[in-house]
């Protein structure tokens, strides 16, 4: 069981949905929190909410699809914080449409966005950890990464790629110190970019929570855990069949 009380936290995301119920959690832990996220109302308010508990929690406004922005965004929190033990990549965007519809453009932000920008956050700031001999990298996948759903082909995509790169890297980062968890949320509920369109999840998945979320992410970094599906229900059972032979779950969601 690895120890968090006192380790810095870099959370992107933290302006709204997830980022914030993680940031809370990471904070009751005892652990330094740096917020990124462009809105900086957003990332005062989920300061304001971490101030009840005695860690430090800085925000930072910063684009992460913006290389420019990037770097200045690791170059403050390094200066603030002087290390970064934890990066939590839970920034991301969806956006429910026919594939066909999506301006070339747009897929590519979507791909920057979810993929392009972890994977090279990730890359600026490992050598640190390396350097210290410990760390630990959480990404936020979704439960769309392992099986492509309609008109979140460009989402599924993306979230696919991130839950092999974990994977990869976790084996590659084998006997450093530092390591890379994947986490797997179905639909959540009351917060977040599923529950902002207000419709019921499919029957098969059932919803989850924030905080079961959170709860995910707290689990994967003590007890190094490669990759947890948060769900209820049979989704776990489900996904391993499907592996075994794909068509067993079919999605239910429309547009
Ligand atoms: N909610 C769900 O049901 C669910 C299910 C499975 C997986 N997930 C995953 O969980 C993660 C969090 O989702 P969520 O539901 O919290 O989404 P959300 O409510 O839409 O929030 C997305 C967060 O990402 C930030 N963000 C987006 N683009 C950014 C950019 N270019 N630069 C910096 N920050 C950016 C947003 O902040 P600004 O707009 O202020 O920049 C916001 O803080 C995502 O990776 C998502 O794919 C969510």
Redesign the pocket.
Known sequence: MKRIQGKNALI????????PYIALALAREGVNIAL????EE??IATADDVSQFQVTCKTYP?????STSRIALLENVKKDFGHIDLLIN?????WVSAYIKLAPEFIDTMIQ??LT?PMILTRMILPMMLEKGSGHIVT?????GKKGSPYSAT?AAT?AGLIEWTQGLREELRNTGVSASVI?????AK??????YNKPAPKITGETTPEK?SEAVIKAIKKDIGEIIVNPGATFLMTAMDAIHPGIMTWEVGS
Do not use: H, W
């Open positions: 992107t995301g933290g302006s709204r949905g997830l980022g990124t996220a462009r809105s957003g990332l910063a684009d992460i699809i913006d839970n920034a991301g965007m969806e966005t979810n920008a936020m996948s979704s439960l769309g989402y979230k797997c949320p179905g639909f959540v917060a977040g970019m599923f529950a902002v979320v």
